[in-house]
């Protein structure tokens, strides 16, 4: 089994950055990939940004230039580095681990955190 911990959600004033962080834990052989959905109240779940186990990358249209999404292989941890967030990207920012294979599971499974919350204020 493979739990996913986010952290470092909080407020923070539009133009201003925030990093949120996500440690996957287990009996980890390997994960595929690792990334960012959003949920902003009322709206529909949407991919902010991806990471592959080599280290490429793919972000949404809206989110390039701003945020960085990076991963530490060894830890597990996929992190990302938000700027110049503005009030509409408030949401519940999930992490996700796609192709986690363990004992368990050898041919992957996916995984989803519980989310943490991301508020800009105006």
């Known amino acids: 089994q493979v739990q996913l911990v986010e952290s470092g959600g909080g407020l923070v004033q539009a133009g201003g950055s925030l990093s949120v962080s996500c440690a996957a834990s287990?009996?980890?052989?390997?994960?595929?990939?690792m990334g960012w959905y959003r949920q902003a109240q009322g709206k529909q779940r949407e991919l902010v940004a991806v990471?592959?186990?080599?280290?490429?990358?793919n972000y949404q249209d809206s989110v390039k230039g701003r945020f960085t999404i990076s991963r530490d292989n060894d830890k597990n941890t996929v992190y990302l580095q938000m700027n110049s967030l503005t009030p509409e990207e408030t949401a519940v920012y999930y992490c996700a681990a796609w192709g986690a294979t363990t004992i368990q599971a050898p041919d992957g499974m996916d995984y989803w955190g519980k989310g943490t919350l991301v508020t800009v204020s105006s």
């Open positions: 990471i592959t186990s080599g280290g490429g990358t």
């Open positions: 287990g009996s980890i052989f390997s994960i595929n990939a």
